[in-house]
């Protein structure tokens, strides 16, 4: 079954913990990104990566890291830095990264910080 | 910078009317629209989009949408509504920014049918 995955599906942390959100996909897609969904303001994009070993800044990059080390893995960390990083967060895929291409959504990882 | 703009943020329909939803971008150059949604509990997907060609593009579950590139519109239709369709939906932009796919995303609107 291709798709995206995304664990956990809730996550909850102290605040001034760095947290890490996994995304792995197996649709061999060469283009990743991670979007931040809050009520009201859509899907804002935080971070995307077009091949391995490269990414770039979106929208609100802010307080936020990502590695693309593998193909299939798009880790997004949540930093102390982030100032309001309880939120939904999802990852999607695309097979390239232009502007044609349709991206997968995974399920998404609720995050809650305490 | 690329905008994308959903008109209404909650609409509520009987089953069997008809649904119109807003959406407007704001990037001059050459760009692709979609529109995906979210169902209650399920990933968001691609309802339908728009490369070139026939400003009408028909997608899944009997949805169609229409690029008016004077209006910069490409607005969401269907004739008959089900309760199935409650969900949230967003219209999407996607432009070359630099080399780069950039692809904007709307606020969302939220659909509920009422039976």
């Known amino acids: 079954d291709g798709g995206i995955t995304q664990s956990p599906k809730y996550l909850f942390r102290k605040e001034g913990q760095n947290v890490t959100l996994s995304c792995e996909q197996n649709?061999?897609?060469?283009?990743m990104y991670w979007y931040r969904q809050d009520p009201g303001q859509g899907l804002r994009l935080i971070y995307y990566?077009?091949?391995?070993?490269?990414?770039q800044k979106g929208d609100i990059a802010e307080g936020y890291s990502v590695s693309r080390e593998k193909k299939e893995s798009f880790p997004l960390t949540v930093t102390s830095a982030q100032k309001n990083p309880t939120a939904f967060y999802l990852c999607?895929?695309?097979?390239?990264?232009?502007?044609?291409?349709?991206?997968?959504f995974g399920p998404g990882t609720r995050l809650t910080v305490l | 910078a690329q905008s994308v703009s959903q008109h209404n943020h909650h609409v509520i329909l009987s089953e069997a009317a008809s649904l119109e939803l807003g959406c407007n971008y704001s990037?001059?150059?050459?760009?692709?629209l979609f529109w995906y949604v979210q169902y209650p509990g399920q990933h968001l997907q691609l309802l339908l989009k728009?490369?070139?060609?026939?400003?009408l593009v028909k997608g899944i579950k009997g949805f169609e949408a229409e690029f008016i590139k004077s209006k910069f519109s490409f607005n969401l239709r269907k004739p008959s509504v089900q309760w199935s369709d409650t969900a949230e939906y967003f219209c999407?932009?996607?432009?070359?920014?630099?080399?780069?796919?950039?692809?904007?995303f709307g606020t969302g609107t939220k659909l509920q049918v009422i039976p």
């Open positions: 999607a895929s695309s097979l390239r990264g232009d502007r044609k291409n349709e991206q997968f």
């Open positions: 649709l061999n897609h060469d283009a």
């Open positions: 990566s077009q091949i391995v070993n490269d990414f």
């Open positions: 990037y001059g150059g050459t760009v692709n």
């Open positions: 728009y490369f070139s060609g026939d400003p």
């Open positions: 999407a932009a996607g432009s070359d920014s630099g080399g780069y796919q950039k692809v904007t």
